[in-house]
Protein backbone atom coordinates (compact mmCIF):
# COMPACT_ATOMS: atom_id res chain seq x y z
CA UNK A 1 0.00 0.00 0.00
CA UNK A 2 1.19 3.54 -1.03
CA UNK A 3 2.75 5.62 1.88
CA UNK A 4 2.30 2.58 4.29
CA UNK A 5 6.20 2.14 6.06
CA UNK A 6 6.99 -1.02 7.70
CA UNK A 7 9.71 -1.99 10.72
CA UNK A 8 10.65 -4.96 11.72
CA UNK A 9 12.70 -5.39 15.00
CA UNK A 10 13.68 -7.81 16.90
CA UNK A 11 12.49 -8.55 20.44
CA UNK A 12 16.24 -8.13 21.54
CA UNK A 13 16.69 -4.66 20.13
CA UNK A 14 13.25 -3.67 21.74
CA UNK A 15 14.58 -4.73 24.90
CA UNK A 16 17.68 -2.84 24.68
CA UNK A 17 16.45 0.47 22.96
CA UNK A 18 15.30 2.06 26.40
CA UNK A 19 15.17 1.31 29.71
CA UNK A 20 11.17 1.24 29.37
CA UNK A 21 10.03 -1.46 26.55
CA UNK A 22 8.28 0.70 23.95
CA UNK A 23 6.19 -0.80 21.81
CA UNK A 24 4.78 2.19 20.36
CA UNK A 25 5.30 2.31 16.46
CA UNK A 26 5.97 5.57 16.26
CA UNK A 27 9.83 4.91 18.21
CA UNK A 28 10.38 2.10 15.88
CA UNK A 29 9.49 4.50 12.42
CA UNK A 30 12.68 4.21 9.88
CA UNK A 31 14.84 7.54 10.17
CA UNK A 32 14.76 7.15 13.74
CA UNK A 33 15.82 3.29 13.72
CA UNK A 34 18.82 4.03 10.72
CA UNK A 35 19.61 6.80 13.23
CA UNK A 36 20.23 4.48 16.37
CA UNK A 37 22.10 1.75 14.41
CA UNK A 38 24.59 4.42 12.85
CA UNK A 39 25.67 5.51 16.25
CA UNK A 40 25.36 2.29 17.69
CA UNK A 41 27.70 1.25 14.96
CA UNK A 42 29.88 4.44 15.70
CA UNK A 43 30.40 3.42 19.11
CA UNK A 44 29.79 7.15 20.05
CA UNK A 45 29.42 7.95 23.94
CA UNK A 46 26.63 8.61 25.54
CA UNK A 47 26.07 12.48 27.24
CA UNK A 48 26.62 10.89 30.92
CA UNK A 49 30.60 10.22 29.79
CA UNK A 50 31.43 13.59 28.57
CA UNK A 51 29.15 15.83 30.04
CA UNK A 52 27.27 16.72 33.39
CA UNK A 53 23.51 17.19 33.69
CA UNK A 54 22.03 18.96 36.38
CA UNK A 55 18.04 19.70 36.41
CA UNK A 56 16.58 22.85 38.16
CA UNK A 57 14.73 23.39 41.49
CA UNK A 58 11.52 24.50 41.50
CA UNK A 59 11.33 27.57 43.59
CA UNK A 60 8.89 29.13 45.69
CA UNK A 61 6.13 30.73 43.05
CA UNK A 62 6.05 33.77 45.49
CA UNK A 63 9.64 34.48 45.31
CA UNK A 64 9.31 35.75 42.01
CA UNK A 65 9.72 39.98 42.06
CA UNK A 66 11.34 42.76 40.18
CA UNK A 67 14.75 41.99 42.20
CA UNK A 68 17.14 39.61 43.01
CA UNK A 69 18.59 36.79 40.99
CA UNK A 70 17.92 36.54 37.38
CA UNK A 71 16.48 32.86 36.94
CA UNK A 72 15.45 31.28 33.51
CA UNK A 73 12.32 29.72 33.21
CA UNK A 74 11.17 27.29 30.09
CA UNK A 75 9.08 30.19 28.72
CA UNK A 76 12.60 32.02 28.49
CA UNK A 77 14.26 28.79 26.86
CA UNK A 78 11.71 28.67 24.47
CA UNK A 79 11.87 31.98 23.38
CA UNK A 80 15.59 32.19 23.44
CA UNK A 81 15.32 35.24 25.68
CA UNK A 82 18.60 37.27 27.16
CA UNK A 83 19.66 37.13 30.73
CA UNK A 84 18.52 41.11 31.15
CA UNK A 85 14.70 39.97 30.28
CA UNK A 86 14.16 36.81 32.68
CA UNK A 87 12.33 37.40 36.13
CA UNK A 88 13.78 37.50 39.13
CA UNK A 89 13.88 35.68 42.58
CA UNK A 90 14.75 37.06 46.17
CA UNK A 91 18.13 36.76 47.28
CA UNK A 92 16.96 34.07 50.26
CA UNK A 93 15.21 32.00 47.55
CA UNK A 94 18.68 31.83 45.40
CA UNK A 95 20.86 30.91 48.36
CA UNK A 96 19.04 27.72 49.15
CA UNK A 97 20.71 26.42 46.07
CA UNK A 98 23.43 28.13 45.45
CA UNK A 99 25.33 25.13 43.51
CA UNK A 100 22.29 25.89 40.59
CA UNK A 101 24.32 28.67 39.54
CA UNK A 102 25.07 29.26 35.66
CA UNK A 103 28.64 29.79 34.45
CA UNK A 104 30.61 30.72 31.24
CA UNK A 105 28.95 28.41 27.95
CA UNK A 106 26.42 26.30 30.23
CA UNK A 107 24.27 24.65 27.85
CA UNK A 108 20.43 24.77 28.96
CA UNK A 109 17.98 22.45 27.16
CA UNK A 110 14.40 22.56 27.85
CA UNK A 111 12.99 19.72 29.42
CA UNK A 112 9.01 20.04 28.08
CA UNK A 113 7.02 21.17 24.91
CA UNK A 114 3.81 20.85 23.68
CA UNK A 115 5.18 19.69 20.53
CA UNK A 116 8.15 17.28 19.35
CA UNK A 117 9.91 19.80 17.09
CA UNK A 118 10.54 22.25 19.45
CA UNK A 119 11.32 19.82 22.40
CA UNK A 120 14.87 20.28 23.81
CA UNK A 121 15.27 23.74 22.65
CA UNK A 122 18.70 25.42 23.65
CA UNK A 123 20.10 28.24 25.05
CA UNK A 124 23.74 28.85 25.16
CA UNK A 125 24.89 30.92 28.11
CA UNK A 126 27.38 32.74 25.98
CA UNK A 127 30.98 33.81 27.80
CA UNK A 128 30.98 34.45 31.71
CA UNK A 129 27.71 35.90 33.25
CA UNK A 130 28.34 39.81 34.62
CA UNK A 131 26.05 38.51 37.61
CA UNK A 132 24.89 35.54 39.26
CA UNK A 133 22.01 33.96 37.52
CA UNK A 134 20.39 30.56 37.77
CA UNK A 135 17.44 28.67 36.25
CA UNK A 136 13.95 27.10 37.46
CA UNK A 137 12.97 23.69 37.09
CA UNK A 138 11.75 21.53 33.70
CA UNK A 139 15.24 23.12 32.63
CA UNK A 140 18.63 21.51 32.37
CA UNK A 141 21.82 22.59 32.44
CA UNK A 142 24.49 20.49 30.41
CA UNK A 143 28.34 20.98 31.72
CA UNK A 144 30.36 19.80 29.10
CA UNK A 145 33.95 18.14 29.25
CA UNK A 146 34.58 18.58 26.14
CA UNK A 147 34.60 22.26 24.08
CA UNK A 148 31.49 23.26 25.32
CA UNK A 149 30.20 25.44 22.21
CA UNK A 150 31.11 22.32 20.23
CA UNK A 151 28.77 20.50 22.10
CA UNK A 152 25.75 23.33 21.89
CA UNK A 153 26.21 22.85 18.10
CA UNK A 154 26.39 18.74 18.42
CA UNK A 155 22.87 19.02 20.19
CA UNK A 156 21.38 20.78 17.29
CA UNK A 157 22.56 18.26 14.46
CA UNK A 158 19.82 15.73 13.33
CA UNK A 159 21.51 12.97 15.17
CA UNK A 160 20.76 14.40 18.26
CA UNK A 161 17.67 15.69 17.08
CA UNK A 162 15.85 12.23 16.08
CA UNK A 163 16.94 10.83 19.34
CA UNK A 164 15.14 14.10 21.23
CA UNK A 165 12.26 13.88 19.19
CA UNK A 166 11.49 10.45 19.93
CA UNK A 167 11.94 10.47 23.42
CA UNK A 168 9.30 12.96 24.65
CA UNK A 169 6.55 10.83 26.50
CA UNK A 170 3.57 12.54 27.51
CA UNK A 171 0.34 13.62 25.67
CA UNK A 172 -0.95 17.27 25.75
CA UNK A 173 2.52 17.79 27.25
CA UNK A 174 5.75 16.31 25.94
CA UNK A 175 8.55 15.91 28.68
CA UNK A 176 12.43 14.29 28.68
CA UNK A 177 13.88 13.02 31.52
CA UNK A 178 17.34 13.28 33.38
CA UNK A 179 17.90 9.67 32.17
CA UNK A 180 16.98 10.15 28.43
CA UNK A 181 19.37 13.38 28.54
CA UNK A 182 22.07 11.35 30.01
CA UNK A 183 21.78 8.73 27.22
CA UNK A 184 21.74 10.29 24.35
CA UNK A 185 24.33 9.30 21.91
CA UNK A 186 26.81 12.05 21.36
CA UNK A 187 28.76 12.40 17.93
CA UNK A 188 32.53 13.29 19.72
CA UNK A 189 35.26 14.51 16.73
CA UNK A 190 38.77 15.62 17.04
CA UNK A 191 40.04 18.52 19.45
CA UNK A 192 40.95 20.30 16.58
CA UNK A 193 37.73 20.28 15.05
CA UNK A 194 35.90 21.21 18.18
CA UNK A 195 37.91 23.85 18.40
CA UNK A 196 36.91 25.60 14.85
CA UNK A 197 33.35 24.95 15.30
CA UNK A 198 34.11 27.00 18.50
CA UNK A 199 35.53 30.07 16.93
CA UNK A 200 32.51 29.66 14.23
CA UNK A 201 30.48 29.84 17.67
CA UNK A 202 32.36 32.85 18.99
CA UNK A 203 32.34 34.68 15.59
CA UNK A 204 28.57 34.17 15.49
CA UNK A 205 27.58 35.28 19.01
CA UNK A 206 29.83 38.72 18.19
CA UNK A 207 27.42 39.84 15.70
CA UNK A 208 24.60 38.86 17.79
CA UNK A 209 25.99 41.19 20.18
CA UNK A 210 26.37 44.03 17.42
CA UNK A 211 23.08 43.38 16.15
CA UNK A 212 21.21 43.78 19.95
CA UNK A 213 23.12 47.25 19.95
CA UNK A 214 21.90 48.77 17.33
CA UNK A 215 18.82 47.85 17.88
CA UNK A 216 19.48 49.21 21.36
CA UNK A 217 20.34 52.25 19.50
CA UNK A 218 17.01 52.24 17.42
CA UNK A 219 14.91 52.36 20.09
CA UNK A 220 16.82 54.95 21.98
CA UNK A 221 16.08 57.20 19.35
CA UNK A 222 12.75 56.13 19.09
CA UNK A 223 11.92 57.10 22.80
CA UNK A 224 13.89 60.05 22.83
CA UNK A 225 11.64 61.56 20.12
CA UNK A 226 8.42 60.72 21.97
CA UNK A 227 9.81 61.76 25.33
CA UNK A 228 9.80 58.20 26.57
CA UNK A 229 12.75 57.27 27.15
CA UNK A 230 12.50 57.35 31.16
CA UNK A 231 8.96 56.89 31.47
CA UNK A 232 7.39 54.58 34.12
CA UNK A 233 3.48 53.84 34.57
CA UNK A 234 1.26 55.75 36.74
CA UNK A 235 0.21 53.02 38.74
CA UNK A 236 -2.31 54.90 40.59
CA UNK A 237 -5.18 52.74 42.34
CA UNK A 238 -8.27 54.73 41.37
CA UNK A 239 -9.36 56.29 38.39
CA UNK A 240 -12.51 58.07 38.04
CA UNK A 241 -14.96 57.71 35.18
CA UNK A 242 -18.44 58.86 33.77
CA UNK A 243 -20.32 56.39 32.35
CA UNK A 244 -21.02 58.15 28.98
CA UNK A 245 -17.03 58.30 28.59
CA UNK A 246 -16.69 54.61 29.77
CA UNK A 247 -18.62 51.80 29.28
CA UNK A 248 -21.47 53.42 27.01
CA UNK A 249 -18.43 54.06 24.83
CA UNK A 250 -16.55 50.95 25.06
CA UNK A 251 -19.32 48.27 26.67
CA UNK A 252 -16.35 47.24 29.88
CA UNK A 253 -16.89 47.50 33.06
CA UNK A 254 -13.93 45.84 34.21
CA UNK A 255 -11.38 48.06 36.38
CA UNK A 256 -8.45 46.87 34.80
CA UNK A 257 -9.62 48.30 31.86
CA UNK A 258 -9.76 51.55 32.97
CA UNK A 259 -6.41 51.93 35.03
CA UNK A 260 -5.28 55.50 34.63
CA UNK A 261 -1.36 54.13 33.01
CA UNK A 262 -3.44 53.51 29.94
CA UNK A 263 -4.98 57.01 30.14
CA UNK A 264 -1.70 58.55 30.22
CA UNK A 265 -0.27 56.41 27.74
CA UNK A 266 -2.65 57.63 25.52
CA UNK A 267 -2.63 61.33 26.25
CA UNK A 268 1.36 61.23 25.31
CA UNK A 269 0.83 59.59 21.55
CA UNK A 270 -2.22 61.40 21.10
CA UNK A 271 -0.18 65.19 21.78
CA UNK A 272 2.91 63.73 20.14
CA UNK A 273 3.58 67.08 18.46
CA UNK A 274 3.45 66.13 14.59
CA UNK A 275 0.50 63.82 15.01
CA UNK A 276 -1.10 60.26 15.27
CA UNK A 277 -2.76 57.76 12.79
CA UNK A 278 -4.24 54.43 13.36
CA UNK A 279 -2.67 51.51 12.20
CA UNK A 280 -5.54 50.20 10.04
CA UNK A 281 -5.13 53.42 8.06
CA UNK A 282 -0.81 52.95 7.33
CA UNK A 283 -0.88 49.20 7.03
CA UNK A 284 -2.78 46.65 4.99
CA UNK A 285 -3.81 43.63 6.87
CA UNK A 286 -3.33 40.23 5.19
CA UNK A 287 -6.03 38.10 5.56
CA UNK A 288 -5.01 35.29 3.07
CA UNK A 289 -5.74 31.71 4.19
CA UNK A 290 -3.72 28.79 2.67
CA UNK A 291 -5.23 26.26 0.62
CA UNK A 292 -2.95 23.25 1.48
CA UNK A 293 -2.44 21.75 -1.82
CA UNK A 294 1.22 20.76 -0.75
CA UNK A 295 2.60 18.35 1.75
CA UNK A 296 4.37 20.23 4.00
CA UNK A 297 4.81 23.60 5.08
CA UNK A 298 7.55 25.97 6.24
CA UNK A 299 5.19 26.79 9.88
CA UNK A 300 5.36 30.26 12.01
CA UNK A 301 3.85 29.58 15.77
CA UNK A 302 3.72 32.57 18.90
CA UNK A 303 6.25 30.28 20.40
CA UNK A 304 8.60 30.98 17.20
CA UNK A 305 8.72 34.44 17.40
CA UNK A 306 12.36 35.30 19.40
CA UNK A 307 10.69 37.88 22.14
CA UNK A 308 13.66 39.38 22.92
CA UNK A 309 15.37 40.51 19.02
CA UNK A 310 12.33 40.18 17.16
CA UNK A 311 13.37 37.51 15.02
CA UNK A 312 11.21 34.38 13.47
CA UNK A 313 12.06 31.08 12.61
CA UNK A 314 10.02 28.40 11.33
CA UNK A 315 9.50 24.74 11.20
CA UNK A 316 8.91 22.28 8.16
CA UNK A 317 5.84 20.25 9.18
CA UNK A 318 3.70 18.03 7.37
CA UNK A 319 0.19 19.30 6.13
CA UNK A 320 -0.82 16.41 8.40
CA UNK A 321 0.72 17.63 11.46
CA UNK A 322 -0.25 21.18 11.50
CA UNK A 323 -1.95 22.55 14.38
CA UNK A 324 -5.73 23.78 13.01
CA UNK A 325 -5.00 27.28 13.68
CA UNK A 326 -2.35 26.90 10.82
CA UNK A 327 -3.91 28.90 7.83
CA UNK A 328 -2.45 32.29 6.94
CA UNK A 329 -0.43 32.82 4.05
CA UNK A 330 3.01 34.56 5.25
CA UNK A 331 5.07 36.38 2.91
CA UNK A 332 8.90 38.71 2.62
CA UNK A 333 8.35 41.98 4.76
CA UNK A 334 4.89 41.27 6.09
CA UNK A 335 4.87 42.15 9.90
CA UNK A 336 3.41 39.90 12.66
CA UNK A 337 1.99 40.82 15.97
CA UNK A 338 1.17 38.18 18.49
CA UNK A 339 -2.60 38.53 19.57
CA UNK A 340 -1.61 36.08 22.23
CA UNK A 341 -0.16 37.50 25.45
CA UNK A 342 0.43 40.99 23.18
CA UNK A 343 2.47 42.27 26.71
CA UNK A 344 5.84 39.82 25.42
CA UNK A 345 5.94 42.02 22.27
CA UNK A 346 6.12 39.06 20.16
CA UNK A 347 6.00 41.07 17.14
CA UNK A 348 8.79 40.09 14.10
CA UNK A 349 9.29 40.99 10.50
CA UNK A 350 9.59 38.25 8.14
CA UNK A 351 12.99 38.96 6.98
CA UNK A 352 13.53 35.85 4.31
CA UNK A 353 11.88 34.36 1.49
CA UNK A 354 10.54 31.39 1.78
CA UNK A 355 8.34 28.71 0.04
CA UNK A 356 5.42 27.62 1.27
CA UNK A 357 5.50 29.88 4.30
CA UNK A 358 1.96 29.62 6.61
CA UNK A 359 1.53 30.97 10.30
CA UNK A 360 -0.91 30.92 13.26
CA UNK A 361 -3.94 32.51 13.07
CA UNK A 362 -3.34 33.88 16.52
CA UNK A 363 -1.40 36.50 14.57
CA UNK A 364 -2.13 40.26 12.89
CA UNK A 365 -0.50 40.48 9.86
CA UNK A 366 0.17 43.69 8.34
CA UNK A 367 2.17 45.08 4.93
CA UNK A 368 3.57 48.17 4.49
CA UNK A 369 0.80 50.68 1.96
CA UNK A 370 2.26 54.04 2.82
CA UNK A 371 5.75 55.39 3.49
CA UNK A 372 5.25 54.88 7.26
CA UNK A 373 8.71 52.44 7.73
CA UNK A 374 7.01 48.70 9.14
CA UNK A 375 11.05 48.73 11.22
CA UNK A 376 9.53 51.51 12.94
CA UNK A 377 5.93 49.70 13.68
CA UNK A 378 8.17 46.59 14.50
CA UNK A 379 9.69 48.80 17.07
CA UNK A 380 7.58 50.90 18.10
CA UNK A 381 5.18 48.10 19.56
CA UNK A 382 7.84 46.39 21.11
CA UNK A 383 8.47 49.40 23.27
CA UNK A 384 7.34 48.98 27.09
CA UNK A 385 4.81 51.76 26.54
CA UNK A 386 2.77 49.53 23.74
CA UNK A 387 3.10 46.51 25.71
CA UNK A 388 1.81 47.48 28.89
CA UNK A 389 -0.70 49.86 26.79
CA UNK A 390 -2.02 46.45 24.49
CA UNK A 391 -3.21 45.05 27.88
CA UNK A 392 -5.43 47.68 28.01
CA UNK A 393 -7.97 44.87 25.53
CA UNK A 394 -7.08 42.04 26.94
CA UNK A 395 -9.55 39.60 27.55
CA UNK A 396 -9.26 36.43 29.52
CA UNK A 397 -6.87 35.97 32.70
CA UNK A 398 -5.09 32.44 32.34
CA UNK A 399 -4.27 32.88 28.07
CA UNK A 400 -5.33 36.65 28.09
CA UNK A 401 -5.73 37.66 23.91
CA UNK A 402 -6.67 40.99 22.02
CA UNK A 403 -8.34 40.89 18.53
CA UNK A 404 -7.59 41.81 15.44
CA UNK A 405 -9.48 45.29 15.45
CA UNK A 406 -7.31 46.25 18.41
CA UNK A 407 -4.26 46.39 17.33
CA UNK A 408 -6.11 47.88 14.15
CA UNK A 409 -7.39 50.74 15.50
CA UNK A 410 -4.20 51.37 17.66
CA UNK A 411 -2.74 54.96 16.98
CA UNK A 412 1.00 55.58 16.32
CA UNK A 413 2.98 58.50 16.42
CA UNK A 414 3.70 60.03 12.29
CA UNK A 415 7.48 60.70 13.00
CA UNK A 416 9.56 62.94 10.97
CA UNK A 417 11.12 60.68 7.78
CA UNK A 418 14.49 61.46 8.70
CA UNK A 419 13.64 59.96 11.97
CA UNK A 420 12.03 56.87 10.79
CA UNK A 421 14.84 56.24 7.74
CA UNK A 422 17.56 56.15 10.67
CA UNK A 423 15.41 53.98 12.46
CA UNK A 424 15.33 51.60 9.67
CA UNK A 425 18.31 51.52 8.29
CA UNK A 426 19.63 51.18 11.84
CA UNK A 427 17.06 47.94 12.12
CA UNK A 428 17.85 46.32 8.73
CA UNK A 429 21.68 46.44 9.80
CA UNK A 430 20.67 44.73 12.96
CA UNK A 431 18.27 42.55 11.13
CA UNK A 432 21.77 41.83 8.33
CA UNK A 433 23.97 40.72 11.59
CA UNK A 434 21.39 38.84 12.83
CA UNK A 435 21.29 36.84 9.35
CA UNK A 436 24.98 36.32 9.36
CA UNK A 437 25.07 35.04 12.92
CA UNK A 438 22.87 33.08 11.93
CA UNK A 439 24.16 31.96 8.89
CA UNK A 440 27.58 30.80 10.74
CA UNK A 441 25.85 28.73 13.26
CA UNK A 442 23.63 26.92 10.56
CA UNK A 443 27.24 26.31 8.64
CA UNK A 444 28.55 24.92 12.30
CA UNK A 445 25.67 22.52 12.50
CA UNK A 446 26.73 21.80 8.82
CA UNK A 447 29.99 21.41 9.01
CA UNK A 448 29.54 18.87 12.23
CA UNK A 449 26.95 16.88 10.30
CA UNK A 450 29.03 16.19 6.96
CA UNK A 451 31.78 15.69 9.58
CA UNK A 452 29.71 12.59 11.18
CA UNK A 453 28.81 10.91 8.24
CA UNK A 454 32.86 11.07 6.49
CA UNK A 455 34.04 9.11 9.79
Not at 140 to 160: D, G, K, P, Y
Not at 298 to 322: F, H, P, Q, V
Not at 382 to 398: A, E
Amino acid sequence: MEGLEISEVRLSEVQLSHKDIRVDAEFYQRKYLDNRRYLNEKSYPKLSSIADTFGGYAYASDAFGCDGISIATIADINASMPVDSWNKITIKEYNKFPSNALGKNDILIGATHHNYWDLGKLLLIYNQPQYEITYNQRIFNIRARINQLFLFIVLQTSFVRLQIEILGRGNNQLNLSKYDLDNLQIPVLSDSFQLQIGKNVDCAYQYLSKSKSLYSKAEDILLSELGLKDWQPNNAPVNIKQLKESFLTSGRLDAEYYQTKYDEIENIIKNYKNGTEIIGDLFTQNTEVCDFKEESYNYIEIGDINISDGTAKYNLISKEELPDNAKRVLHKNDILISKVRPYRGAVSIIDFDDDKLIGSGAFTVLHEKTTYKKEVLQILLRTQVYRDWLLKWNVGSSYPVIKDEDILNLPIPILPMPIQETISAKIQESFALKAESRRLLDQAKLMVEREIEKE
